[in-house]
């Protein structure tokens, strides 16, 4: 098999590395790769536009691996934005449902370690160097970790609950505070303000930029009437509830977040209930999120709402 590592893909490339992450998806029921690798890929600029070594996207390296006949079997995405900073190399990868178990996985696993200036074989450390996820467990995730000794770092929980005919509170919302729905062009800085202060712990989200909000209301998903918005009697932003809908009537509340100087009020549970209702009398039948492993408050609140643990995303790491 050959691997190819560099900073860009052309538009051939992309078009098969997204046709494989279809196949692995439809395979396994949940997608290969986070929400950003995706976006990634679509804003990508042709490898012949590059000049070395200028990167198209200078946060994302992609390695590829091909059989004999060229065909394409094996994808990876490596994120280097935390690159020479505090923060781990972060990699996705993905194999052809058919071509598994024939060395493809185990070869990007070996390109990802060496990239990260890594042995091969396993030993004691603090996972802060790489991490791999893998996105619902996957068992050839499993094995690879174990192969390469990979520590177990992260857990991400998917969590969900039905939703049609479901029976939810009003809103409770705090004396002075309404909602109202996000207005594109004019809220995305009070937006990114609250988002960073909410987030300054969460190692993706907290990052957010205006630019990233931009290109996520570029989304065919993107509907400004689910992206609730809770403000004061002076429309400054206190918190907000950014809900999302997928394929099969299944909603999600995409990200909710609060003012730390406005928690503790019980804003977060209203907003998370005004995006429910917002999903549930949209169509959805099913609502999901994603929440920390180890952040237990907030396990204990998305619990009351009746979300129970679905599957779980593990960064596996050196």
Known sequence: MQLTWRNGVDGDETAEVMGLLAEAERADGVAPVGEHVVLRLRARRDVVEQIEPVQADV????????????????????????????????????????????????????????????PLAGGAGDAGALRVWSHGEHPAALRLAERFGLVRARELWRMGRELAGAELPEPELPEGVRLRTFQPGVDEAEVVRVNRKAFAWHPEQGGMTESDLRTKEGEDWFDPAGFLLAVDAEDRLLGFHWTKVHPGELGEVYVVGVDPDAQGGGLGRSLTVAGLRHLRDTGCGRAMLYVEADNAPAIAVYRRLGFERWDVDVQFGR
């Open 59 to 118: 946060r994302s390296e992609h390695f590829l691996v091909r059989d004999p006949d060229g065909a394409l079997v094996g994808y990876a995405h490596l994120d280097v934005e935390q690159d020479g900073a505090d923060g781990p190399l972060v990699a996705e990868l993905a194999v052809r449902p058919e071509q598994r178990g024939r060395g493809a996985g185990a070869r990007l696993v070996t390109a990802l370690l060496e990239r990260a200036e890594l």
